[in-house]
């Protein structure tokens, strides 16, 4: 069973940054593909980005690329969201997700961090 706790969230002004953290503890955390998912009010819950469990791949949502960083230390079990450019419609509750090997059969979420971006 996998724990995964996210930290880092918070209110930041548009155009502002913020860097998420999500710690994992009771697997093997380099096993795990790592991706930050987000979910606004009314909304439904999507992706933001992934990095493979190799560390060699990253993916990033249309609506993030290029302003948002997706990182990973194995070292500290802990992967990373560095957020720049931060715009209003960033405003969501942000979710940490484990998936071994990145096959989709055993995944973990995490309890999630707010992240509020004022205009």
């Known amino acids: 069973q996998v724990q995964l706790v996210e930290s880092g969230g918070g209110l930041v002004q548009a155009g502002g940054s913020l860097r998420l953290s999500c710690a994992a503890s009771?697997?093997?955390?380099?096993?795990?593909?790592m991706r930050w998912f987000r979910q606004a009010p009314g909304k439904e819950r999507e992706f933001v980005a992934i990095i493979a469990w190799s560390g060699y791949s990253t993916r990033y949502s249309d609506s993030v690329k290029g302003r948002f960083t997706i990182s990973r230390d194995n070292a500290k079990n802990t992967v990373y969201l560095q957020m720049n450019s931060l715009k209003p419609e960033d405003t969501a509750v942000y979710y940490c997700?484990?998936?071994?090997?990145?096959?989709?059969?055993?995944?973990?979420w995490g309890q999630g961090t707010q992240v509020t971006v004022s205009s």
């Open positions: 997700h484990a998936d071994r090997y990145g096959l989709g059969s055993t995944t973990y």
């Open positions: 009771g697997g093997t955390f380099s096993t795990y593909s």
